[in-house]
């Protein structure tokens, strides 16, 4: 689905949050990738799972046209810093519900783009009938997991031991979600 832009202002810089559109997916591709070996808090290490700009526009085109999807991108000084994606699924049973993913730029973090990112894709999941977001967020993310419970989800399990850090020790993942009554 597409949203309307909104723009923001904080700790002194400008901001958008827009739909992520066709154009976008080579500066998307690269930003993943950049992304990915800037931190652990993600799945992936630096160039694992890649999406070319092809599987980017593919996957912009899916979500642009599902009422049950949203890609969205931050946009600061000119270029993408961070993007956040909600991914429904067509299976009856798992309709009520999207998967949310978020990942901003090192560089911009502490300027509430994760945090406004995250609270577009609420208002349109409100305004859309969804009525889970999940997510999962790595145990030592604590900041994360400050604002995902401020903002109303829960956590709701523990994969124990899920994942294997550059440090040779094993993490959790909670698991969380906000459900809409």
Known sequence: MVINRQEFYENGIYY???SAAGKDAKELSELRVQIDGETENLDRERG????????????????SGNRRSLFLVAVAEGRIVGFSRCEGNDLKRFSHKV?????VSNDYWGYG??????????????SNGVKKITLNVLETNDKAIKLYSKL????????????????GKYYDTVMMGRFLE
Do not use: M, Y
């Open 99 to 103: 998967e949310f993913g978020v990942c």
């Open 16 to 18: 958008t949050i827009r």
């Open 152 to 167: 109303g989800f829960e956590i709701e399990g523990l994969l124990k031991k899920d994942k294997l850090l550059s440090d």
């Open 113 to 126: 783009i994760g945090k406004n990112l995250l609270k577009e894709s609420i208002s349109w999941a409100d």
């Open 48 to 63: 694992e799972a890649f999406i070319d700009p092809s599987g980017f526009e593919h996957i912009i085109q899916e979500d």
